[in-house]
C-alpha cells in the first residue's frame, strides 16, 4: 500500500473542524503523511462552497492532484462522503485507487484595451459579467461569428457541475457532468429592437468557444466561483471548455438525477394519479 500526501481545507464549522482532527489522525495511524504544500490528495470538508475553495487552493497542480469531499452538512454536489463514515474513506482512500472520475472546467481569458497582459483563470462553478454602475451593455460572439447584443444585468457561463449553483437561479438547465460543455445564460435582459438576445440559456460544446466584447470606458465586474474582480478597460472575455479537468479521488457513484432530486425536490412523493 502506498502512502500518500494529503491536504486537508475546512471551513470554520465547528463539525468541520472536529472531523478533519479525527481525519487527520485516521490518516497518518494507517501510514498516510499530512502535506499542505504538495499533496495528492485534497480532501475538502464542508459544503460545496468549502470544495470552491480547495479547487482554487489547489487549481495550478490540477495535473498532480486529485479531490475528495466530505459533507457536514447537507449532500453537495461535490461532496461524496459523511462525517460519520471516516474510517471507510480512509481504507477506500488507501486500497482502491481507481474510483476516479473527472469532470470539466470553464477556461476563462480576459483581455484589455490597453496594454495589460491577458488574465487567464480556471472555473470549478462559473464566471459572469456584471457592470459596477449601470446596465452591462455587452456584444456576444460565438467563435468569431457575431450572435447578439446584450444589454442587461449581466451573463453567466457556467460548467456541467455548476449548473446546479448560481446557473439554476438564473434559469439555466441543469446539465450532466458527462456532457463536456459550458453553458451561456442571461440574468435579467433588456430585449428592444436595439438589444436582441435569444432570450433562452444556450449550451456550447468543447469544439466552440464563446467572446463577449464589452464597450470602451465600461467598468465591470467579473466573477469566478466565490472571487470577484473589478475591472477597468475590459475588452473581452472569453469561454471556452478548458483543457484541464478536476480529478476526484475514491468517488462514490450516486445517480446524477438521483442527487438532483435529493437537492432540489426532496420528500414531494408521487401522487399515484398515473
Ligand atoms: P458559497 O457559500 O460558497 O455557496 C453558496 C451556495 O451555493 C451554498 O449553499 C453552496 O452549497 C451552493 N453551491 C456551491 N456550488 C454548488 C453547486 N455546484 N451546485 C449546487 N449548489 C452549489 O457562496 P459564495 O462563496 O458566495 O459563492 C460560491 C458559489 O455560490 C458561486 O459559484 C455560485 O454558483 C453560488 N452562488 C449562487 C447564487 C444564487 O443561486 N443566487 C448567488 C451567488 C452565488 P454548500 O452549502 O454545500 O456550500
Redesign the pocket.
Known amino acids: 500500500m502506498e502512502s500518500l500526501k494529503v491536504a486537508l481545507v475546512f471551513n470554520h464549522v465547528e463539525k468541520s473542524i472536529q472531523v478533519a482532527d479525527q481525519l487527520k489522525h485516521l490518516l497518518v495511524t494507517s501510514g498516510n503523511q499530512i502535506d499542505q504544500d504538495n499533496p495528492d490528495i485534497v480532501i475538502s470538508i464542508?459544503?460545496?462552497?468549502?470544495l470552491?475553495?480547495a479547487f482554487h487552493l489547489y487549481s495550478h497542480k490540477l495535473d498532480q492532484v486529485r479531490f475528495l469531499g466530505v459533507?457536514t452538512?447537507?449532500l453537495?454536489?461535490?461532496?461524496d462522503w459523511r462525517d460519520y463514515e471516516l474510517e471507510e474513506l480512509v481504507d477506500t482512500l488507501c486500497n482502491n485507487q481507481e474510483a476516479n472520475v473527472s469532470y470539466p472546467l470553464l477556461d476563462i481569458v480576459i483581455q484589455y484595451r490597453d496594454d495589460r497582459a491577458d488574465k487567464h483563470f480556471l472555473?470549478?462553478?462559473?464566471s459572469s459579467i456584471k457592470s459596477i454602475h449601470r446596465t452591462m451593455v455587452g456584444e456576444v460572439f460565438m467563435k468569431e461569428q457575431f450572435f447578439e447584443s446584450f444589454r442587461g444585468d449581466g451573463l453567466s457561463v457556467?460548467t456541467p457541475?455548476?449548473?446546479?449553483?448560481?446557473?439554476?437561479?438564473?434559469g439555466g438547465a441543469v446539465l450532466h457532468p458527462s456532457i463536456e460543455a459550458i453553458q451561456l445564460a442571461e440574468i435579467a435582459s433588456l430585449n428592444n429592437r436595439v438589444f436582441r438576445t435569444i432570450g433562452s440559456p444556450i449550451v456550447v460544446s468543447k469544439e466552440d468557444w464563446i467572446e463577449i466584447k464589452l464597450p470602451q470606458g465600461s467598468e465591470c465586474l467579473i466573477?469566478i466561483?466565490?472571487f470577484n474582480i473589478q475591472q477597468e478597460e475590459v475588452a473581452s472575455v472569453i469561454y471556452r471548455v478548458a483543457e484541464e479537468k478536476i480529478r476526484f479521488a475514491s468517488y462514490r457513484h450516486m445517480d446524477f438525477w438521483h442527487r438532483v432530486r435529493e437537492?432540489f425536490i426532496g420528500e414531494h412523493q408521487r401522487r399515484n394519479e398515473i
Do not use: R
Not at 76 to 79: C, P, Q
Not at 161 to 170: V, W
Open positions: 464542508g459544503g460545496d462552497g468549502t470552491l475553495s459533507h452538512g447537507h453537495g454536489f461535490y461532496t472555473a470549478l462553478n462559473e457556467s457541475t455548476g449548473s446546479t449553483a448560481y446557473n439554476k437561479s438564473i466573477t466561483d466565490q437537492a
